[in-house]
Nanobody, 115 residues
Framework: QVQLVESGGGLVQAGGSLRLSCAAS????????MGWYRQAPGKQRELVAR???????NYGDSVKGRFTISRDSAKNTVYLQMNSLKPEDTAVYLC?????????WGQGTQVTVSS
């Protein structure tokens, strides 16, 4: 119903920045909210940032003040600007779309932050 494709991951040194993109296609008018989650080996998937259809945002405690989520409605794309990256930010970052009680996920993009 909804397809999500992430891009922008890569390798960066601590203190650097990356910008992730998530392009949505399919039944895009049914999307209530979109967000970014991350998952590292052996850890639970955690919320990074979320933005509603009305534009309100929320962030995980560990990224507040460093990451910013935004959207471009004309392009059906959400972005995650990541600044002041730390090694503990290393994870697979996944884009999420919320449709009623159903969640859709992208394939993920790897972010690796070196010391």
């Amino acid at each position: 119903q909804v397809q999500l494709v992430e891009s922008g991951g890569g390798l960066v040194q601590a203190g650097g920045s990356l910008r992730l993109s998530c392009a949505a296609s399919g039944s895009i008018f049914s999307i209530n909210a979109m967000g970014w989650y991350r998952q590292a080996p052996g850890k639970q998937r955690e919320l990074v940032a979320r933005i509603s259809s009305g534009g309100s945002t929320n962030y995980g405690d560990s990224v507040k003040g460093r990451f910013t989520i935004s959207r471009d409605s004309a392009k059906n794309t959400v972005y995650l600007q990541m600044n002041s990256l730390k090694p503990e930010d290393t994870a697979v970052y996944l884009c999420n779309a919320d449709v009623l009680v159903t969640q859709f996920w992208g394939q993920g993009t790897q972010v690796t932050v070196s010391s």
